[in-house]
């Protein structure tokens, strides 16, 4: 084989056992590091970032992040581990170390058992012995009410009571549908502030456009908002727009279908740092999204242009646009921080006489997700410290517990601990080798938090929902102790964890690129 190409790279191939028991060595290097910091008595980590600076967190999916090992196929194992963190993470916003801890103890009970001939039946029963939990989840779960919204979010703070009560109690003044963010104070004090905002389904268009490289968002301050129902062909049609934004030194949203020379154009140009802009596609479809699109419009003042109607982009004035104090843009969504003084009584009103005459199902729902984007309020988390390592590591917990009472709020919760799981465990009975796996390995959770917080005895708990309060040792009702789990994340951590171990066991062969040291 000849390799001409200098992209080529040596690879090195490891087989069999030794490649498993390579993998399972990466695995268990990895879980060590983050399942320390489990639970009300886990540890902190301090890892080096590539500048050589010192870090310190007790999140689990940077700490996941931080670890490279040097052995290639060890670090394929630990960076399938952390694949399944990442999708955890991004789904429930939460439960990256529970779903660590998961995988590692899956992965060592399967390998024990593991026959090459029954691969296929051990996968299928960890599958349908994992449905069986989420299933026991779910009807186990409860929904939460105010005192226990705060208890998830001081859970997830690592239990502090201070910045988690603040966080529960901007959850319950937005209500279910509002939105909470976090941002850096000015001060070392931490406090909540809260605006008008409204949030709606239209995400990151390009990695281009990310101005927060930790949060992966695109952010922009006092904006002005651009909403264009028909497609954008050229620059030349928002010429005079861009020219305005500039000369004002005002960034600007673009709320409309850009076509590719013109999107080419802005994101050069942003890139450059010659203009400030975003770009994201309207929410919805057919007349959703020009009700939501005139919703939108209300909100930020701005005018709807639309070519279809007779509208001139070529004649485009600045007076066409609205404003906003903020937008933050994710993979999935934008929020829009409005101004304080627009009325959308009379908007309210007929949406809400719309939503009492409706009787299609579909129809109702668009009504009632327009009816929160009018209502919704935005609370802001303004975290504050006295360094920046104490910032960072404070900005990890908020952003956890942010996510934590998200999940909380929308699926409900279970008892915290690993009790929930460990519940699952003791009360399905397995009906083949795959689903006593499973079940003998979702009990890890509760046994780390305990060995995290110096516990040595271990003793069954005396009845459901009743565990351990690692704090003091003593055996409580941990619903009423406020030591509680969404089920959201605790669903999540367990199908990633199953997602990737099903994947590591059915691998004979690892090709890694081969080191050179």
Known sequence: MEFNNPSDIVKTLTFGDSAKDQIMQGVEKLSNAVKSTLGASGKCVIYEDSLGNPVITKDGVTVAESVVLLHPVENIGATLIKQAARNTVKEAGDGTTTSTV???????????????????????????GANKVKIYLDKTSIAVKGEMLRNVAIISCNNDKSL?????????????????????????????????????????????????????????SDPHVLIVSSPIPNIRKIQSVLEHVIKTKRSLLIIAEVEQQPFATLLSNKVKGNIKVNIVAPPGFGPTRQQTLEDLALLTGATIIN?????????????????????????????????????VTERIKEVNNKIEKETNAFFKKKLEQRLSMLTGKVGLIYVGADSEVELKEKKDRVEDALHATKAAYKEGIVAGGGIALLNAANSIKPKNK??????????????????????IEIKKPSGKNRGIDVRNGKEVNMIKAGIIDPVLVTKSALKNAVS??????????????????
């Open 102 to 128: 998961l995988a590692n103890s899956l992965l060592k009970i399967a390998n024990k058992d593991l026959d090459e001939k029954k691969i296929r039946e051990l996968k299928e029963g960890i599958l349908s």
């Open 500 to 517: 990737v171990v099903a994947t590591i066991i059915s691998a004979d062969c690892v090709i890694s690129n081969k080191r050179l040291v």
């Open 307 to 343: 070519e279809e109607l007779g509208d001139d982009l070529d004649l485009i004035d600045p007076a066409v646009l609205g404003e906003a104090t903020k937008s933050v843009t994710d993979d999935k969504t934008t929020v829009i921080q409005t101004v304080d003084d627009i009325d």
């Open 434 to 455: 795959g689903e006593e796996v499973l079940l003998e390995s979702i009990k890890s959770p509760y046994y780390t938090i305990l060995d995290n917080a110096g516990i």
């Open 164 to 220: 988690g009560t603040k966080i529960g109690e901007a959850y319950e003044k937005v209500g279910k549908n509002g939105i909470v963010l976090m941002e850096q104070s000015d001060s070392n004090e931490t406090y909540v502030d809260f605006v008008e905002g409204v949030q709606f389904d239209s995400g990151l268009k390009s990695p281009h456009l990310i101005t927060d490289k930790d949060k992966r968002t695109a952010v922009l």
